[in-house]
């Protein structure tokens, strides 16, 4: 079958479930995205178990903190929310809000959530009323269907029809750039050229591409806490999260002791010119991560890169000097890799960090450590970012779960 044949026979079935679906009652819409989001919660171990050996990428306990945190979160935000009829008045500017699906989603998804983030938008999806179409990651596609499948069976069993969720089996850049055009809204999560096809597409589009949280350590904060949770986003899932800490900004009166503390929890910290040097070549061989690197272990990067490491090492911190386009460690980094700056004023570490931001990573994410309103309130001003946490840690503060 011709890729656009198969691509509107995919159309047609989403139009025909989500036709009969519209006229569902909340009760029934909520019950069908309860269902979808236990059917992951439920099968979160194996899910994270299937993601793990056909990616080779991440940690097996870390996707089961996900695939069950995050189903929980996401139902726990929608229900209760109204989102069929008229679902706001507002009477002092003589408008009526109405909430009506738009029809068709088609959603491409990354090989670092291929549970996750086909969930999570198939339970959006469906609280608008609509269908959706699942374009995985030929990395993560036998996972991304296996998901799809038990959320398809969970609709069954409540009654409502499977091919509001439907799956590309065998995805291709061409299969996928046909769903974006063929849908009536795009949604892309993972590399910027998809996340650029999607805006390209002449619909209605919402991407995400790559993160790189600056984390930003003022003056005040105290190490022994903030460490931790450095540590604890730095190195979830193997850091492939576009939430994970990627650049940590330490005053130079305290930079010893957060390495030494660092240290002391199991990092293993890179200064020496040519092992920098080594470990630059093996994450940026071409001046864009390594597939090879993305959601790898410390070890297995360390190898990479010719240097000898404990195997048990949590995550390496190298010193980098340089920043914004003048260093690739300036860049996201989607594994348990932590660029470490000092700095001597405030301004200055939020300019590093602006500038890192203005190379990649602008619009997403960043992370403060500090008690200082002034601080606090500068950094937001200035950092080009969309969100920001306050004495968080990064990967699930930033995320949504924990």
């Not at 159309?11 to 009760?27: D, V």
């Not at 935000?77 to 109204?82: A, D, P």
């Not at 010893?256 to 929890?265: A, G, K, T, W, Y």
């Amino acid at each position: 079958m011709e890729a656009r044949d198969y691509v509107l026979q995919l159309i047609n079935k989403a139009r025909i479930a989500q036709k009969e679906f519209e006229k569902y009652s909340q009760e029934q819409v909520d019950e069908a995205v309860r269902a979808i989001g236990k059917s992951i919660y439920d099968n979160g171990e194996m899910l994270a178990r299937m993601a793990v050996d056909e990616t080779k990428m991440g940690v097996y306990e870390d996707k089961i903190v996900k695939n069950k945190g995050k189903s929980k979160a996401v139902w726990n935000k929608l229900k209760g929310v109204k989102s069929r009829g008229i679902i706001k008045y507002i009477a002092e500017e003589g408008l009526v809000e109405v909430a009506k699906p738009i029809g068709v989603v088609g959603a491409v998804t990354p090989t670092t959530n291929p549970t996750m983030t086909p969930m999570h938008n198939a339970m959006i999806a469906l609280k608008g009323g609509n269908a959706i179409i699942i374009c995985p990651h030929p990395r993560a596609k036998n996972t991304g269907v296996k998901t799809v499948d038990l959320m398809r069976e969970a609709l069954d069993k409540v009654g409502a029809p499977k091919d509001l969720i439907q799956i590309v089996n065998e995805p291709t850049v061409e299969i996928s750039n046909l769903v974006m055009q063929l849908s009536d809204v795009c949604v892309s999560t993972g590399g910027p050229g998809m996340v650029k096809v999607a805006y390209s597409s002449g619909k209605p589009a919402f991407g995400v591409g790559a993160g790189n949280v600056q984390c930003l350590i003022d003056k005040d904060a105290n190490l022994e806490e903030v460490v931790p949770k450095v540590i604890k986003g730095r190195i979830y899932d193997n850091g492939i999260l576009c939430t994970c800490e990627q650049s940590a900004i330490c005053p130079d009166e305290m930079y010893n002791e957060f390495i030494d503390r660092l240290v002391q929890s199991g990092a293993y910290y890179i200064e020496k010119e040519e092992e920098v040097k080594s470990l630059r070549k093996a994450l940026f061989p071409d001046g864009n991560i390594s597939k090879d690197c993305v959601g790898a272990s410390p070890y297995e990067i360390a190898k990479m890169a010719s240097i000898a490491i404990p195997k048990d090492t949590k995550l390496l911190v190298v010193k980098v000097e340089k920043y914004g386009t003048e260093e690739y460690f300036a860049k996201e980094k989607m594994c348990p890799v932590l660029s470490a700056y000092k700095y001597e004023k405030w301004e200055d570490a939020v300019n590093i960090a602006n500038q890192n931001l203005e190379y990649e990573g602008k619009g997403h994410s960043a992370i403060i450590h500090s008690y200082t309103k002034e601080n606090i309130e500068y950094a937001a001003n200035i950092l080009p970012v969309s969100r920001f946490g306050v004495n968080q840690i990064g990967s699930s503060g930033l995320g949504g779960f924990s």
